[in-house]
């Protein structure tokens, strides 16, 4: 049954029927509400479209050149030390990285438990001198190491290199351990004292256990930032031939498919590496 007021019947609340939207209305409600995964998607593509070159032409069934598509091939991959100075080139920057990791992981761990744990005069100056070769540009750096060892007469080479690479990786490593340690609760080890432990002992079954992923984190950046660096390495390096060093050399007529094999190889140990740890972080967590 209908009531009506002056002869105009009233409507339902329910006949009421919203506005149509326009097709340009919907497409910019779409795009605002998707704004931040495109933004993702489109980073993730930049960041990965030269990995994805590189793996790609890995395979390519190159000559002399490796500059253009000659076809699909298993060989490069069957043998990654086919062309000439991949694999001595390869094997250089793999010692100098073990080299390096392990001085510059050694003594920046140190420096970090000095500044963290410890308070003496110049603390604060050693702080801003850590910061220095971080904020430094490597193309200074590269070339005051060089006016350095030609001033000392140090040959140019291995060693120079090693010792070039240690300078910027302490830092990175004392950065890296020293956010560790300042989130640890020195509580642990005032309770591991008051059970009895000496100072060793709350050391090494409390602290280099809590402190030890930050360690190998910073270990980890120290490898792969002097394994990946040439600036620095080519002012410093002399006749010497690194990795990076033999793929800026051989850029120009077309860096050869082996050294894409070593480089897509290198990338799936990092990435799986990665996995292996956010796994393994993960499964600590539900535990």
Partial sequence: MSTSTGGASMAHPTDYQPPQRSGGAKVR??????????????????????????????????????????G??????LNPCGAPEVCPSLVNSIAIGFVVTLAATILGTLIAFSLVRYRFRGRATTNLLIFLPMATPEVVMGSSLLALFLNLF????????VIAHIMFCISFVVVTVKARLASLDPRLEQAAMDLYADERSAFRRITLPLVAPGIAAAGLL???LSFDDFIITNFNSGQFVTFPKFIYVSANRGIPPQANVWASAMFMVALAIVLISQAVGRRRKEG
């Fill in 154 to 161: 140090v040959p140019l080479g291995f060693v120079t290199i």
């Fill in 222 to 224: 120290a490898f792969s």
């Fill in 29 to 70: 409600d779409w795009f605002g509400r998707n704004l931040i995964r495109i933004y993702a998607v489109l980073a993730f593509i930049y960041l990965l479209l030269p990995v994805v070159y590189t793996f790609a032409f890995s395979f390519n069934d190159a000559g002399r050149s490796n500059l253009t598509w000659e």
């Fill in 72 to 77: 699909f091939t298993f060989k490069n991959w």
